[in-house]
């Protein structure tokens, strides 16, 4: 059984810095990538970022670019997001997902890519 847990979320003022973390756990389990998806309430769950494993290629979304970034311990099943410059819009629950195969690039980004998701960690901004 796998366990993906996140923490690090909270309250935080408008442009303040905010770091998540995760870690995926599972006797045998090694997450071939694993990614940070938000929800806002009223909108649609979107991937931030996202680390594939085997080559360390990154992606990031474009409506957070040049504000968050996404990095992972080499070698465990644990990945950051380090916030920075946070804004109103960044309001929502953070999800963590894991998962296996062999993704590529273009499906990093896509929810069906990972088998494995936390429960979730809420991020609010305050103005």
């Known amino acids: 059984q796998v366990q993906v847990v996140e923490t690090g979320g909270g309250l935080v003022q408008v442009g303040g810095p905010l770091r998540l973390s995760c870690t995926a756990s599972g006797r045998t389990f090694s997450a071939s990538a694993m990614a940070w998806f938000r929800q806002a309430p009223g909108k649609e769950r979107e991937c931030v970022a996202a680390i594939r494993r085997r080559d360390g290629y990154r992606y990031i979304a474009d409506s957070v670019k040049g504000r968050f970034s996404g990095s992972r311990d080499s070698g465990k099943n644990t990945v950051y997001l380090q916030m920075d410059s946070l804004e109103p819009e960044d309001t929502a629950v953070y999800y963590c997902?894991?998962?296996?195969?062999?993704?590529?690039?273009?499906?990093?980004?896509?929810?069906?890519?990972?088998?494995?998701w936390g429960p979730g960690t809420l991020v609010t901004v305050s103005s």
């Open positions: 997902a894991a998962g296996g195969g062999g993704p590529i690039v273009s499906s990093l980004p896509l929810a069906q890519t990972y088998d494995h």
